[in-house]
């Protein structure tokens, strides 16, 4: 856009916004009164007939002003009167910002900045797994009965694998055989239990009932299967364990998944309080566990539904020993294969597949998108969709010659679910996998679920035995499994298109709009001062609201 | 018509003349567009600038309890931003990724709301056992407060709400003066009119804090 338009635009602007703001207000009418007597008061510039009822017509902001929208976007918050007469006093709008980015000698740390930031990051990051609650098996939940107060695993299934029928336990005490086992009695058909009390982990001041059979607390059935793991699931010998220990309730799944997200917003914060360079984000190892977290790594892990985190990328040994409703967070280093917050179970389960995880991130973190051209894609023909590599499919590889290989770096990271598979346990080849082909019936669970076993055509057939993430991958692109989504970052650091893109973002968050062609050189000058800090992203944001850009507001 | 109602309906006049429409029923409202605005360019020049915004729904929950000194939109231990947020555009990032910042209709409405409710608790607030002088040099409960005590009140309440420094002298203050002066007004006229219960003094106050809020200088920055 040429100077004049600018020009022009910025003209029609505050005409726009007069329109827009008092038509509302008058359309309003009734419903806000008080708005209307409000724009009554105080006209628009464009409209104003006693110009000292109306505040100036200078879009380079006082230093009031100026004040409160850098206290807005660094804190979240007006600035108060006292800070507001300080103002008044003498003291420089940019003594502020110093002292509210924590950039001051003896400044605080930052944390309402900190708290702007991570809410910023949500528009990158999409940080909401509530809807993912397939990490626990619906057969484990706990439920309370609104008549009884009986707790029990409430999934039909269930029920009638401890009684027969889908029903609960009856109202009274529980008594046991001399094998220890609940005695039953036949009601309707069932064989039904009593109760016994417990004290349940997520509240172990109160006791509750609970069905016998569902508070049952052997480590392994009398079938060897371990009852805290999925396989036990629908074996009558296993309940919830000790303090029903292995079963969710509603409000613990929402506790964890939350907490998933309450970790990656910890980071994001660590990262700003710590000033830490910005990058370190997407590399670091570090992530911080409540008990909450603490409590499902340690005993539910393993009672997944269909979106699995095990094998699991975290020292579980190594957790802080701390009941479920302990909220406080504490720091913890995750193994060697963490990329940051590309990592973390709340990326890997709002982005289950390597596709959407890499598509995330070169559009958040490179500014790439991936998006069809203007003039659109050509239609499939019947010699193109032969081709099952959608790296040389026509259509498929305008996005997907890149993607393909970007989602490799997440090779090693379970799609449709977030477990890591090392390669010492998951070789790029394994010849039973292969076989499965063959013998469909004895397949292996870890070869359904993570390596190729069917050829739907001969350009399949070399992949078959293979790890998916190796499926139909180039071999100059073999690597990137191994690097994992540091090396997404550290290319995009090499070649400036993470320092660009981060600036860029930056910038348009705190100017609140799409940055212009003509904004370049400026664009381009804070990138080289934000690499010169050590990526430092304070920094960055203050030469970015202490710029005349930001000051200027229309 | 209750009681209550005609409260309602009391209170509404301070801010427009409503009344007439309470006491003859709903008036059609015409829905096409409105003239505002006199459509001539404004001259702001070409250079590079930041988009004035409208706060995002935590600004507004956290600024709103900053200028009245701690009270939010609550109802009970319910935020009523955070039990609305859906409606006002906040994104919970599975539906929508972002937040939209539209100074739209159903925003204005929430915020009158909120400003109804937060305004009436400060001017409550003030006129009871443990004020913190948010009409400072002002009793709120005083009837004919002396004109420059008014002044004074409605200069720090601009600086507090909006930013903005006026000295109690300013034409800028003159409009706002007519607010509290217009609602003082029907304050008093409640006192004297047998089918209007009576309004404390606080009312008036009340109505300049809801007006504060309403004003797209709380809202935007």
Redesign the interface.
């Given at each position: 856009m040429t100077r004049p338009e600018e020009r022009e635009r910025g003209r029609a602007k505050l005409g726009r916004r007069a329109r827009v703001a008092f038509g509302v207000l008058g359309g309003v009418g009734v419903i806000a009164a008080a708005a209307l007597g409000a724009s009554l008061l105080t006209p628009s510039p464009a409209e104003c007939d006693e110009p000292g009822s109306c505040r100036a017509l200078e879009p380079r902001l006082d230093d009031h002003a100026y004040l409160r929208a850098l206290s807005l976007d660094l804190r979240g918050v007006v600035p108060t009167v006292e800070e507001y007469d300080a103002l008044a006093g003498g003291k420089a709008p940019e003594t502020f910002v110093d002292a509210w980015l924590g950039l001051s000698p003896g400044a605080p740390p930052p944390t309402e900045f900190a708290e702007r930031v991570v809410s910023r990051h949500g528009a990158l990051l999409w940080p909401n797994i509530d809807n993912v609650d397939r990490i626990f098996h619906f057969r484990r939940g706990l439920s309370r009965d609104s008549t009884t107060a009986i707790w029990d695993q409430s999934a039909n299934d269930t029920r009638r694998t401890y009684r027969g029928a889908g029903v609960t336990c009856l109202d009274e005490p529980a008594t046991f055989g001399a094998d220890g086992r609940p005695q039953t009695r036949e009601v309707d058909g069932a064989q039904r239990e009593g109760w016994v009390e417990v004290r349940p982990y997520w509240d172990p001041s109160t006791t509750i009932k609970v069905c016998a059979f569902d508070a049952q607390r052997a480590p392994v059935s009398a079938q060897g299967r371990d009852c805290a793991s999925r396989a036990a699931i629908g074996d009558a010998g296993c309940g919830c364990g000790t303090d029903l220990a292995w079963c969710p309730t509603s409000d613990v799944r929402k506790a964890v998944l939350a907490s998933f997200r309450g970790d990656v917003e910890r980071r994001i914060a660590a990262n700003i309080l710590e000033d830490e360079p910005y990058h370190a984000l997407l590399t670091s190892r570090r992530a911080f566990v409540n008990g909450a977290l603490t409590h499902y790594w340690t005993h539910q892990r393993n009672s997944y539904d269909s979106v699995p985190l095990v094998p699991e990328s975290i020292d579980v040994a190594a957790l802080p020993d701390v009941g479920f409703g302990d909220a406080a967070w504490q720091e913890v280093e995750l193994p060697a294969e963490h990329a940051g917050v590309l990592t973390a179970p709340t990326y890997l389960l709002r982005f289950q597949t390597n596709r959407a995880r890499a598509a995330r991130f070169y559009d958040a973190f490179l500014c790439q998108p991936f998006q069809p051209p203007d003039t659109g894609i050509a239609p499939d023909d019947p010699v193109a969709a032969q081709q099952p590599d959608v790296q040389l499919r026509p259509g498929c590889n305008y996005c997907h010659a890149q993607l393909e290989p970007a989602a490799a770096h997440w090779g090693r990271w379970t799609q449709q679910g977030g477990a890591y598979l090392d390669p010492a346990d998951f070789p790029e080849f394994q010849a039973e996998c292969a076989a499965c082909r063959l013998d469909t019936a004895t397949c292996p669970e870890r070869c359904r679920l993570h390596y190729v076993t069917r050829a739907l055509t001969p350009a399949d057939e070399p992949n078959l035995g293979r790890l998916r993430a190796y499926e139909f991958l180039r071999p100059e692109h073999r690597a990137y499994i191994g690097e994992g989504p540091r090396g997404l970052v550290r290319d995009g650091l090499a070649d400036g298109r993470f320092t660009a893109c981060a600036t860029r973002r930056t910038a348009e968050w705190l100017v609140g709009r799409p940055l212009r062609e003509d904004e370049e050189a400026w664009t381009r000058d804070l990138a080289l001062r934000f690499s010169a800090s050590d990526f430092r992203y304070r920094e960055l944001v203050r030469a970015i609201v202490t710029s005349e850009t930001y000051r200027r507001a229309l | 018509m209750t009681t209550r109602s005609i409260a309602r309906c009391g209170l509404?006049a301070l801010?427009?003349l409503?009344l007439p429409?309470c006491a003859e029923g709903p008036v059609p409202?015409s829905?096409e567009?409105?003239g505002?605005?006199?459509?001539?360019?404004?001259?702001?020049?070409?250079?590079?600038?930041?988009?004035?915004?409208r706060?995002d729904i935590?600004?507004v929950d956290?600024?709103l309890?900053?200028?009245t000194g701690g009270i939010g939109w609550d109802i009970g231990t319910t935020n009523q931003f955070v039990r609305f947020d859906d409606s006002l555009g906040v994104?919970?990032?599975?539906s929508s990724?972002?937040?939209d910042r539209a100074?739209?209709?159903i925003f204005?409405?929430f915020?009158?709301d909120a400003?109804?409710n937060v305004c009436r608790r400060v001017a409550d607030r003030e006129g009871g056992d443990a004020p913190i002088g948010t009409f400072a040099p002002v009793d709120v409960d005083a009837e004919g407060p002396a004109p420059a005590d008014v002044d004074a009140a409605l200069a720090?309440l601009l600086?507090?709400f909006h930013?903005?420094?006026v000295a109690p002298t300013?034409?800028?203050l003159?409009?706002?003066r007519?607010?509290y002066t217009r609602a003082s007004a029907e304050v008093a006229a409640s006192v004297a009119d047998p089918d209007r219960p009576d309004l404390p003094p606080r009312r008036a106050w009340e109505?300049v804090c809801?007006?504060?809020?309403?004003?797209?200088?709380f809202y935007t920055?």
């Open positions: - | 509404a801010f427009v409503v429409a409202v829905l567009e409105h505002f605005g006199d459509e001539r360019p404004v001259e702001v020049g070409g250079e590079p600038w930041r988009e004035r915004r706060m935590a600004q956290a600024s309890r900053r200028v994104p919970d990032y599975v990724t972002s937040e100074v739209s209709l204005l409405k915020l009158d400003a109804r720090a600086l507090n930013g903005r420094r300013s034409p800028a003159t409009p706002w007519t607010l109505t809801v007006a504060l809020v309403d004003h797209p200088d920055y």
